[in-house]
């Protein structure tokens, strides 16, 4: 167990420290999310006030282009350089390769989020900090829920052919719940009187959708990989 | 190519192992059914009365213009499942004849020899 | 193999044929009047998805848990039929709704519920299609995602709102209504035992051609 988790997060430092010393895929996707949660403003926006409920779908929205750009660009350097197949010819638990790349794909949403949730908060004037701890604990989550999916996906699709359209043809369906429930508890966050127990509600079913998809991200990373 | 994290996969490890994750799986989306059960019936006596309201309109109470006719739609939607059904079977049964075909003249090819 | 084939063929035939001179018969619904006899294609092409559905997920794990190969067969026949049935659903309903609701679409559980559903078998069938070779295991993995998310997505929309008919409709079916009903279902699931059989032959013959090639090049 304890091996488990040095491998993993050995992973996650190599893929930090990488991205440390070039800083590509951060500021990439930072620009990234913020000329889409842009577009979007001039698509939603009218007499310069934000349309209602625009301002969560457009954070989501900015998030799940932000997160697929971000899973592609990173498989694509490791298929670069065929780390992954190194990952998986190294006696090591074919899982604590997942866990590892999952937790570097976090890493790089969550500091791509720092910035732009806030960033948003400011340009609609929307409060969504009144409540900090829900709102945390909704975007990681979310973000959590919406990576474990990827992370799966992004590894399975490193071998096969047209692999940048087929991550997000793949992954939007299935994290249709995730979406749904960011927008939701965002938008609930939002509301004059803020719903607590709507974002509760929704922080849940997060729960219970990443504990069941990181699961089964976990049994089926060795077969899928595997020839 | 030798993994140390590789479970030796005897026949009834490989049973158990598998039992044992349908179980945890089984366990984990019947939590999720019934909590999910129990929080929806509150959002949904609290939405279904808004929203019923605004978008079903009982037929009888439409006017006469909105009413439409309704045979040229269970026509088209019963003819739809026909040509679809159709058209699938139909396309599995010409890519069947092809493969078919080609192992034919393969097989004459071989005896040929 | 062929025997059965043949049984089935002429089984679904006859329901085929029957099936509109009992849905003629059928006692028509109060509110909804003669359009209300969609539904006797409507619900069983919906039961029909399902089962394709539930039968690849299975036969999906099987396949990347166990490899065997006739699995993987199963859940691509499955997965089309999938497809084929979701989309008589998906246009059978809205026609239907159109003129009992008023609307053709509503975002509600079922609706959205389906509607992901069948996106995410068009997701498996492109990524077979276009995925290169060794997207046969890749497919497999979504198709069990695809399953597992089918609860997480009906409780998310559920909470919005909901417009469809509650699932006891069966039950509170007029008796008139509910032979017709049977029939069209008994018919709909022997079509779908029909095109798996058609397909998974197709696949298997295609395997054998495969294979042949192999051996003639080496």
């Given amino acids: 167990m304890k091996r488990f988790f040095t491998v993993a997060l050995l992973i996650m430092r190599k893929d930090l420290r990488v991205e440390t010393r070039s800083r590509e895929l951060f500021l990439t996707t930072l620009f990234f999310s913020v000329s889409t949660v842009l577009v979007f403003a001039f698509g939603f926006v009218r007499d310069g006030r934000p349309v209602e409920n625009a301002v969560a779908g457009i954070l989501w929205i900015a998030i799940a282009f932000a997160g697929t750009l971000a899973l592609g660009r990173t498989f694509e350097r490791e298929r670069y350089h065929d780390v992954l197949k190194a990952l998986l010819l190294a006696p090591v638990d074919r899982p604590a390769i997942y866990v590892g790349k999952l937790l570097s794909i976090l890493a790089l949403l969550g500091a791509v989020e720092v910035v732009i949730v806030p960033l948003v908060a400011l340009l609609f004037q929307a409060p969504l900090f009144r409540e900090p701890i829900l709102a945390i604990l909704l975007f990681s989550l979310g973000t959590l829920g919406f990576c474990a999916v990827g992370t799966l996906f992004g590894a399975m699709l490193v071998r096969a052919r047209s692999r ?17 429930a960011g927008v939701r508890g965002t938008a609930a966050l939002l509301q004059p009187e803020v719903d607590v127990a709507m974002i509760r509600a929704w922080i849940g079913m997060l729960v219970f959708f990443d504990v069941v998809f990181i699961t089964l991200s976990l049994w089926t990373f ?5 020839e | ?89 139909w396309s599995i049964w010409r890519r069947l004849a092809r493969v078919e075909r080609e192992l034919a003249s393969l097989a004459n090819r071989t005896s040929d020899r | 193999m062929h025997r059965i084939f043949s049984a089935v063929i002429v089984l679904a035939t006859i329901v085929f044929v ?29 039961a029909a998805m399902f089962v394709a559905a539930f039968v690849c997920g299975i036969a999906s794990a099987v396949f990347l848990f166990r490899g065997r190969l006739i699995s993987d067969r199963i859940a691509v026949a499955s997965a089309e039929l999938v497809v084929v049935f979701g ?73 919005w ?58």
């Fill in chain 1, 164 to 180: 940048d359209v087929l991550l997000p043809v793949l992954l939007y369906p299935i994290t249709i719940p995730v979406i749904i």
């Fill in chain 1, 222 to 226: 060795e077969p899928v990989m595997t």
């Fill in chain 2, 1 to 89: 190519m030798i993994s140390n994290g590789t479970l030796c996969w005897l026949k009834g490890d490989v049973v158990k192992v598998t039992v044992r994750r349908l179980a945890v799986l089984c366990l984990l989306l019947s939590l999720c059914i019934g909590v999910i059960e129990t929080s929806a019936e509150e959002f949904g006596a609290q939405s279904m009365q808004s929203s019923q309201q605004d978008e079903f309109v009982p037929i009888d109470q439409l006017d006469v213009e909105d009413q439409l006719p309704a045979a040229p739609l269970l026509v088209v939607a019963y003819a739809f499942a026909w040509v679809a059904m159709f058209v699938y079977l």
């Fill in chain 3, 18 to 46: 029957c099936a509109p001179v009992f849905i003629a018969w059928a006692p028509y619904e109060s509110t909804m009047g003669l359009v209300q006899k969609i539904f006797y294609f409507h619900l069983p092409s919906w």
């Fill in chain 3, 87 to 159: 989309l008589i659903g998906l246009v059978s309903g809205p026609l239907w709704a159109r003129k009992a609701w008023g609307v053709w679409w509503q975002w509600d559980a079922r609706l959205t519920m389906a509607l992901v559903l069948w996106m995410i078998f068009i997701a498996y069938l492109l990524l077979r299609e276009y995925g290169g070779p060794g997207s046969e295991k890749l497919a497999a993995g979504v198709a069990i995602f695809g399953m597992a998310n089918v609860p997480f997505v009906y409780w998310s929309v559920n909470v």
């Fill in chain 3, 161 to 218: 709102r909901t417009i469809h008919p509650t699932t006891n409709v069966v039950p509170t079916l007029v008796p008139g209504m509910r032979g017709p009903l049977w029939w069209s279902l008994v018919g709909f699931l022997l079509l779908y035992g029909l095109a798996m059989m058609a397909r998974v032959r197709l696949e298997t013959q295609r395997a054998t051609l495969d294979r042949i090639y192999r051996d003639l090049n080496d």
